[in-house]
């Protein structure tokens, strides 16, 4: 069982940045895959950036070259830092996470909202 904190995200002007942190805990030996999703009103939920175990990254096209996925695998975090927002990047973020040791399962954070005003 994976249990996964977010923090950070909030209200900022387009063109600013944000940092979203997730943290994961509970009984596991390793995790796969971390990584960010975000679901915008009336949209359905898209990736928006993962990163494997040995860093291995994957962007939506839409993010490349404005966010960067990272992670510690010691602290069991990753974080998301997001420059140049737009409008269209506000959205619901959840943290995502992908274990398979002890047991193969996908976990979910409670989600964080950002909101870029233009």
């Known amino acids: 069982q994976v249990q996964l904190v977010e923090s950070g995200g909030g209200l900022v002007q387009a063109g600013g940045s944000l940092r979203l942190s997730c943290e994961a805990s509970g009984r596991f030996l390793s995790i796969d895959v971390m990584g960010w999703y975000r679901q915008a009103p009336g949209k359905q939920r898209e990736l928006v950036a993962v990163i494997s175990s040995d860093g291995r990254t994957n962007y939506t096209d839409s993010v490349k070259g404005r966010f960067t996925i990272s992670r510690d695998n010691a602290k069991n975090t990753v974080t998301l830092r997001m420059n140049s927002l737009n409008a269209d990047d506000t959205a619901v973020y959840s943290c995502?996470?992908?274990?398979?040791?002890?047991?193969?399962?996908?976990?979910w954070g409670q989600g964080t909202q950002v909101t870029v005003s233009s």
């Open positions: 995502n996470a992908v274990s398979s040791r002890p047991y193969w399962g996908v976990y």
